[in-house]
């Protein structure tokens, strides 16, 4: 992806983290995995993990959170850096941005693993 593209993903990506998620973003953030590839099963983790906050049953710091929310917002808008309409390279800047909030989450993504103890029926096994 060229560096404007990545900058102005990352802009939106900043838009997207003040923005609220609601429980129709989450159970659209599924249809829009299939897309992700190899980070489909990641981007499922950050749903679980952004459902089971909402919900109660786990515990994070909001900015992680943010990184959560902004993310699964940016792949379910139809506003994205480049628009998911073109072949390819419009789910390209999607991955990107997952990718990137994977490598911020790292460590909350384990944390959460060992806390639930179980893989979340939301999420596909390798």
Excluded: C
Aim: net charge positive.
């Amino acid at each position: 992806m060229k560096i404007v593209s990545f900058q102005r993903a990352l802009i939106l990506f900043e838009l997207f983290r003040k923005q609220k998620i609601t429980t129709n973003d989450l159970n659209n953030a599924g249809q829009k995995a299939s897309h992700l590839k190899s980070s489909k099963d990641d981007f499922l983790l950050l749903v679980q993990m952004g459902k089971d906050t909402l919900a109660g049953r786990y515990k994070m710091n909001k900015w992680n959170m943010s990184i959560i929310a902004a993310t699964i917002l940016y792949v379910v808008s139809p506003i994205d850096a480049i628009p998911d309409l073109v072949p390819v390279l419009g789910w390209l800047d999607d991955v990107t941005i997952v990718g990137y909030a994977i490598s911020k989450l790292t460590a909350e993504m384990k944390r959460y693993k060992s806390e639930m103890k179980t893989t979340p029926a939301f999420v596909t096994t390798k």
